[in-house]
């Protein structure tokens, strides 16, 4: 069994391009029982790499081995990914994996405290299950922080301990701009539904929310305005580029379209 990213398979198959032993490559990986891949979004637009993935994946296939995959989003919507690798994806069960409730979180922290031979006030307990609510890793986390500021500190765990380390993290954790997240900051601002500027409407404030989306992906996001038009609207790359012109037109002589945009680009750094 073998556990791996999508980051570093990719990684793993441009070193062996490097030093020319991409066959090595492939004959490993089509050696595994059960491979699981995490965070295969993160193959979107990496071409070869996928090509690659996809032969070691029909080879598994065929010889009845295990594929496991995950990744942030249902198959359907994973952008910049071959077809035929979308349509191998959906011949599996597909399950979502919801955030862990109170009650669970709160076992996973007993769990993880009793594997680790520690002792933690059942109100700490709760504290953190009501407070940390995102993922399993988060709650490790947070407790390995605890332990940690408890050792250097010379101070018990308790409730005043817990709220100091979570507050702390809390503040210092910025969340990472996506073209999602940008989408959705801008058609909320303007009260218009996502799905609303995928379509091909010309319509006036249709066309402006889609504009001001695929500039600030231009200034947050390290893509191509060729990836940015396939993500909104699938418009093409001068397309993208005539929206960005638009904008920053706008943003010198319209001071109210300038204080919408500096709104947004606010909500988007919280």
């Keep these: 069994m073998l556990y791996v990213s999508a980051h570093l398979f990719h990684v793993q198959y441009v070193d062996a391009v490097r030093n020319n032993n ?28 996928q090509n690659t993935f996809f032969h070691i994946f029909n080879h598994l296939h065929l010889n ?18 071959a077809e035929r690798l979308i349509t191998r994806f959906k011949w599996g069960l597909v399950a979502e994996l919801e955030k862990p409730n109170l009650e669970l979180r709160k076992h996973i ?15 700490v307990i709760e504290y953190i299950a009501q407070n940390v609510t995102e993922n399993v890793r988060d709650l490790e986390g947070v407790v390995v922080s605890i332990m940690a500021h408890a050792t250097i ?25 996506t073209i999602e997240g940008i989408i959705n900051k801008v058609c909320d601002y303007y009260n218009i539904s996502p799905e609303a500027i995928q379509t091909k409407s010309r319509k006036h404030e249709l066309v402006q929310v889609r504009q001001i989306s695929m500039y600030l992906a231009k200034k947050y996001l390290d893509f191509s305005t060729s990836k940015i038009g396939l993500y909104i609207g699938k418009r093409d790359h001068a397309t993208v580029l005539h929206a960005c012109n638009m904008v920053r037109n706008q943003l010198e002589v319209n001071r109210n379209f300038r204080s919408d945009v500096e709104n947004i680009e606010s909500s988007l750094q919280h």
């Design 22 to 49: 991409v066959n090595d490559f492939i004959h490993f990986y089509q050696t595994i029982d059960v491979l699981i891949i995490d965070d295969m979004q993160e193959l979107s637009g990496y071409v070869k790499t």
């Design 64 to 81: 009845r081995k295990q594929l496991i995959m995950t990744s942030d989003r249902p198959p359907k919507d994973l952008k910049d990914l």
């Design 109 to 123: 922290l007993l769990d993880k405290t009793r594997r680790d031979g520690l002792r933690f006030p059942e109100q």
């Design 153 to 177: 500190y010379r101070k018990e765990v308790d409730l005043e301990l817990a709220k100091q380390v979570i507050e702390k993290s809390q503040n210092h954790e910025k969340k990472p701009i």
